[in-house]
């Protein structure tokens, strides 16, 4: 079992950059794949990334080029990198875990999920 809890939210302005982190729990971490969403109020849940077990990583349209994944297993840690912030990232942002061949935008194909972080991006 992987235990998740996101952090790092808070108010920035547009164009800043903002790191969060996904501490996990668990002894097998390193062979799952960790995805980011994030929800905006009355919005669907969107796929922000994933990096898989071996490190590589997909991007969704809206962040590609701005965001970045990066993991740290020695440590348990995933971390994403957002730049250039836009106010229509304002939302809540979740890590979650799923095995390396789940399709990386399939909600149900992760199997734990994190409780969020508040990331708000004033215009």
């Known amino acids: 079992q992987v235990q998740l809890a996101e952090s790092g939210g808070g108010l920035v302005q547009a164009g800043a950059s903002l790191t969060l982190s996904c501490a996990a729990s668990?002894?097998?971490?390193?062979?799952?794949?960790i995805g980011w969403f994030r929800q905006a109020p009355g919005k669907e849940r969107e796929f922000v990334g994933r990096?898989?077990?071996?490190?590589?990583?997909d991007y969704g349209d809206s962040v590609k080029g701005r965001f970045t994944i990066f993991r740290d297993n020695a440590k348990n840690m995933v971390y994403l990198t957002m730049n250039s912030l836009k106010p229509e990232g304002t939302a809540v942002y979740y890590c979650a875990a799923s095995s390396d061949y789940n399709n990386p935008y399939y909600r149900g194909g992760y199997r734990y999920w994190g409780q969020g972080t508040q990331v708000t991006v004033s215009s």
């Open positions: 990096i898989r077990s071996t490190g590589t990583t």
């Open positions: 668990g002894r097998t971490f390193s062979s799952y794949a």
